[in-house]
T-cell receptor, first 114, second 115 residues
């Protein structure tokens, strides 16, 4: 079954530093991949998604992710962290043959320090 | 559109009581999902509807949980009887059924506490 693995349950960066959140998927067929963000006491909000086409995907709030088939990865990056980026980030995949239901990774809590 | 609307936002109930969570999906969306979020287990898919029909309920933890979607604009998740281990945040999400890879939109969630 297809799944995603997020490396690092907690990541801490300084304001202005690069943000890198890691996600690897397990699939013999490239799946559909997503990054969602969850702010405290809120629902999940889509940051970006990869379905087909260009492997570098740009999302909201300056985030982007690159689909690398050779590495089965879909890491999320942002060149310069802002305090408002502090939140929990989830990588997710749509499994083949499962309609459009999302399977989520375990999440990465991003802390941004002054 | 107001997005996915869930009610109530918070629910505190006593063990053994029936709890009903409600969800109004985004108009025009024909897929609806119920997720549960806990610290220990993360985000778990409980059940998935397509065109009001349950497609996959393999994530429903046990017979105490049931979900219905009587029409395209309303769904309920019921727990009867509730137990303390059911305490969690329950999210409803909706999406277009096609094309493949369409993202899901989430409600604000219902925080359930069973005492």
């Amino acid at each position: 079954a297809q799944s995603v693995t997020q490396l690092g349950s907690h990541v801490s960066v300084s304001e202005g530093a690069l943000v890198l959140l890691r996600c690897n998927y397990s699939s013999s067929v490239p799946p559909y991949l997503f990054w969602y963000v969850q702010y405290p006491n809120q629902g999940l909000q889509l940051l970006l998604k990869y379905t087909t086409g260009a492997t570098l995907v740009k999302g909201i709030n300056g985030f982007e992710a690159e689909f690398k088939k050779s590495e089965t990865s879909f890491h999320l990056t942002k060149p310069s962290a802002h305090m408002s980026d502090a939140a929990e980030y989830f990588c997710a995949v749509i499994r083949t043959g499962g309609g459009n239901k999302l399977t989520f990774g375990t999440g990465t809590q991003l802390k941004v320090e002054l | 559109d107001a997005g996915v609307i869930q009610s109530p936002r918070h629910e505190v109930t006593e063990m053994g009581q029936e709890v009903t969570l409600r969800c109004k999906p985004i108009s025009g969306h024909n897929s609806l999902f119920w997720y549960r979020q806990t610290m220990m287990r993360g985000l778990e898919l409980l059940i998935y509807f397509n065109n009001n029909v349950p497609i996959d309920d393999s994530g429903m933890p046990e017979d105490r949980f049931s979900a219905k979607m009587p029409n395209a604009s309303f769904s309920t998740l019921k727990i009867q009887p509730s137990e303390p281990r059911d305490s969690a945040v329950y999210f409803c999400a909706s999406s277009l059924g096609t094309p493949r890879g369409t993202e899901a939109f989430f409600g604000q969630g219902t925080r359930l506490t069973v005492v």
